[in-house]
């Protein structure tokens, strides 16, 4: 089973800051299947990005993901005030499907 | 508009069983395989089970292998999970999800229905 470590837990950060968040793979991720989730509270997770870096339909293009192989990174860069939420990063390269803890962004 | 609705959630007692049900619709429900991913209360994103468009391939979390069951009903645009000897861990939010087209990531999630397994 791939481990995927999120990091940092939390996330401090003022409206129109970037926010850089890690996601590591204890093992390489088979064709870079690694995507990016947001969730509000209350409510269901949103797809953000796919494929590491490709955005999901109607993501602003302030959101971009990067990274290969057991390293990812999701970047926002410009904070709206609509961005601080709970972000996690899920593997579909090999079964089981998992997913990292979560980084959570809150407002400063 | 892509819509998933669950049902069936509800309070039981450990060792018993629930059956949840998905409907959806606005899209070809049969192009996709389908999935059930499960967040405890204030906890972070678990997949519970998967399978393909056909049913000709299913696949579980080990949390959840041999007690649970997913099944479809391609012709009523229907995903279901069959829970059965449910422990207190089993306590989640399950959301019916559908995978986006190049992998097994999710596009669109239903709202999630409530489990609650407690004496």
């Known amino acids: 089973e791939i481990v995927l470590t999120q990091s940092p837990g939390t996330l401090s950060l003022s409206p129109g800051e970037r926010a850089t968040l890690s996601c590591r793979a204890s093992?390489?991720?088979?064709?870079?299947?690694l995507a990016w989730y947001q969730q509000k509270p209350g409510q269901a997770p949103r797809l953000l990005i796919y494929?590491?870096?490709n955005r999901a339909t109607g993501i602003p293009d302030r959101f971009s993901g990067s990274g290969s192989g057991t390293d990812f990174t999701l970047t926002i860069s410009g904070l709206d005030p609509e961005d601080f939420a709970g972000y996690y990063c899920q593997q579909y390269g090999s079964s089981p499907l998992t997913f990292g803890g979560g980084t959570k962004v809150e407002i400063k | 508009e892509v819509q998933l609705v669950e049902s069936g959630g509800g309070l039981v007692q450990p060792g018993m069983s629930l059956r949840l049900s998905c409907a959806a619709s606005g899209f070809t429900f049969d192009d996709y395989a389908m999935h059930w991913v499960r967040q405890a209360p204030g906890k972070g994103l678990e997949w519970v089970s998967g399978?393909?468009?056909?049913?000709?391939?299913?696949a579980y979390a080990d949390s959840v292998k041999g007690r649970f069951t997913i099944s479809r009903d391609n012709a009523k645009d229907s995903l279901y999970l069959q829970m059965n000897s449910l422990k207190p861990e089993d306590t989640a939010f399950y959301y019916c999800?559908?995978?986006?087209?190049?992998?097994?990531?999710?596009?669109?999630w239903g709202q999630g229905t409530l489990v609650t397994v407690s004496s």
């Open positions: 494929g590491a870096s």
């Open positions: 999800v559908k995978t986006h087209v190049t992998g097994w990531c999710f596009d669109f």
């Open positions: 399978i393909r468009w056909n049913s000709d391939k299913v």
């Open positions: 093992q390489s991720v088979s064709s870079n299947s």
